[in-house]
């Protein structure tokens, strides 16, 4: 596992994150080095564990917490750009031709 | 008034018997901050008129003879936790000029004591780091050498207390981040137990690590505004009921992971621990050896987890809601470009790497086998806590270092490795300043690290005020 090459753009690319080209090229040397160190917990016996008991869910009723609209202009006066009480976004699908 | 000696119980002795009022100790402290903040940098905004306003309010409280613990008590918060209508911007360029749309639960808590909030402190962006080098904003100094980092990430919360330009400060501890910057910085770091104080509110790093604590000068002073922002909220599902803290029996048994401790440490700050230990023996405790094999792959495990949940969590920030959104032809445009734009490089690294163990094919390998290792850390915990009331270590292998000395991040996430296994289990620990190393002529604090099973703050409490040094 210690010779994965890491495609550092793609993961940049699922990450929806735009990298500095001379900052995918330190990457690349510096995640596998890292990756190395972690593997290190591949080497733990942990045969027969399961998550700790102490662990479980905690849920809220599936109701409204509070009157519809309490909060819209608090949150949307927050946001980049607004079409009226909707936050406005860039077109979804391209027309770029692919 | 001598700042350097202050604790939150002479001020509130001083402010209720009319010694001065709290408009002239929040005046004292702007006056230190304007004097001494210039060079150091631990504050990204100092809430001036804010400040003077909440001191007034707090005098006429205090007029009305209605003062609580922290009423006209100056006291800063990290950039992370939000206070509405005021900026909190995770020292990151993506939430720069973000501003609070509501109160956190703990900056509501201490808006009910009638606290004074000073301002917002330097961090590592988003959390991330080890000595608050990593902030969009510039770096905070330690104030006991300018030319060292504070630690972090809560560095410029623990520089302002250390240098008097707070008399407390909330940071939050994800891996170390209250801890390790108070034991560089010669002050108090609380972590408490996951779930003891509610994270509503709190720029989330990593959700099952992260936990908001308190800094101070003294044990007292550290517990003193826990007290205040302890308890159970609805508004977070993770938070403890306040059933769960039952009185735990106290048999004075400290356990040290002897094996653990060969991970390396400086000599001399070991030699200091060692000191500390025999004067806690002289008080009467029995130091015993812990056997703690899993901790070995605490700081690996980590650094899978972390990143996991550092990458969910930011993913939220995409240019649509809130904070930076730069300008694309298409909305996956303006995702990257925002994204590419508003975060530094330890923050995309963490992104990069979070992807990658959470990524199919890899999941199984890299997080899930990660959570089972945690797994065996939380029970070597478990079994030590059978027979001793706490685990103690050094806070840091070494004291605080050189600005730029860690630029390899492996070197960097190594300063965490005596305080990570601490937030894989969700236990509680404080770190106690305790002596002093030199380093180039200068004199650096060390920290002792006190680690408690869940729900144990009082136990930490009790052994950390035998560890500082008797108030003059």
Same mark, same amino acid.
């Given at each position: 596992m210690t010779d994965i090459v890491v495609d550092v753009a793609a993961l940049a690319s699922l990450a929806r994150l735009e990298v500095p080209k001379e900052e995918l090229e330190t990457l690349k040397r510096e995640i596998p080095t890292i990756l190395a160190f972690v593997e290190t917990i591949q080497k733990a016996d942990t045969s027969g564990l399961t998550e700790a008991d102490g662990l479980r869910n905690v849920m809220r009723s599936d109701e409204s917490a509070h009157e519809t609209g309490a909060y819209t202009e608090t949150l949307l006066s927050a946001a980049p750009t607004r079409k009226g009480d909707r936050i406005a976004v860039k077109q979804v699908i391209s027309r770029k031709k692919s | 008034m001598d700042l350097t000696s202050l604790t939150i119980a002479g001020a509130r002795k001083a402010l209720d018997a009319k010694e001065y009022s709290a408009l002239e100790l929040t005046n004292e402290y702007l006056d230190t901050i304007r004097k001494k903040d210039g060079e150091l940098h631990a504050y990204l905004e100092v809430w001036e008129k804010e400040a003077r306003e909440d001191a007034k309010m707090a005098d006429l409280r205090i007029a009305r003879g209605e003062a609580r613990t922290l009423t006209g008590i100056p006291i800063a918060l990290k950039d992370n936790i939000l206070v509405e209508g005021r900026i909190a911007s995770a020292a990151s360029k993506m939430l720069e000029n973000y501003r609070a749309s509501y109160d956190a639960t703990v900056v509501r808590k201490l808006k009910d004591e009638g606290a004074v909030f000073l301002g917002r402190t330097n961090m590592d962006e988003f959390a991330l780091g080890a000595s608050t080098e990593h902030s969009a904003f510039g770096p905070t100094k330690n104030p006991? !050498?300018?030319?060292r980092v504070p630690g972090g990430t809560s560095g410029g919360s623990t520089a302002a207390v250390a240098a008097n330009l707070s008399l407390a400060c909330l940071g939050s501890d994800t891996g170390g981040s209250i801890r390790q910057p108070s034991a560089l910085c010669g002050v108090v770091g609380l972590k408490p137990t996951y779930g003891a104080v509610s994270r509503y509110g709190l720029i989330a790093a990593a959700s099952s690590l992260d936990q908001i604590g308190t800094i101070g000068k003294r044990v007292a002073d550290a517990r003193a505004v826990f007290d205040v922002i302890r308890g159970h909220d609805e +508004? !977070?599902?993770t938070s403890l009921p306040d059933s769960f803290y039952k009185g735990i029996p106290k048999r004075n048994i400290l356990g040290v992971p002897r094996g653990f401790l060969k991970e390396g440490v400086d000599a001399d700050v070991l030699a200091e621990f060692e000191k500390t230990l025999d004067s806690l023996k002289e008080k009467g405790y029995s130091i015993v050896d812990v056997e703690v094999p899993s901790f070995h792959y605490a700081l690996a495990v980590y650094y899978i987890i972390n990143p996991a949940e550092v990458s969910t969590n930011l993913a939220r920030f995409d240019g649509i809601r809130y904070g930076l959104s730069m300008q694309a032809e298409d909305i996956s445009g303006v995702y990257a470009k925002t994204r590419g734009e508003g975060f530094g490089p330890e923050v995309r690294r963490r992104i990069l790497i979070g992807t990658f163990v959470l990524s199919s094919g890899y999941a199984d390998a890299y997080y899930r086998k990660a959570r089972a290792v945690r797994e065996l850390i939380r029970g070597d915990f478990a079994r030590a806590f059978d027979s001793v009331d706490a685990i103690v270590l050094p806070t840091s292998p070494t004291p605080a270092f050189k600005f730029g000395? +860690?630029?390899d991040p492996l070197a960097m996430y190594a300063a965490d490795i005596f305080t990570v296994p601490v937030n894989l289990a969700g236990v509680p620990a404080i770190s106690v300043p305790s002596g002093n190393v030199k380093r180039d002529g200068a004199t650096l604090p060390v920290g002792f690290q006190i680690i408690a099973s869940h729900g144990g703050e009082n136990t930490i409490f009790a052994i950390g005020e035998d560890v500082e040094i008797p108030s003059a």
């Open positions: - | 006991h !050498d300018t030319s +508004k !977070d599902s000395e +860690k630029s």
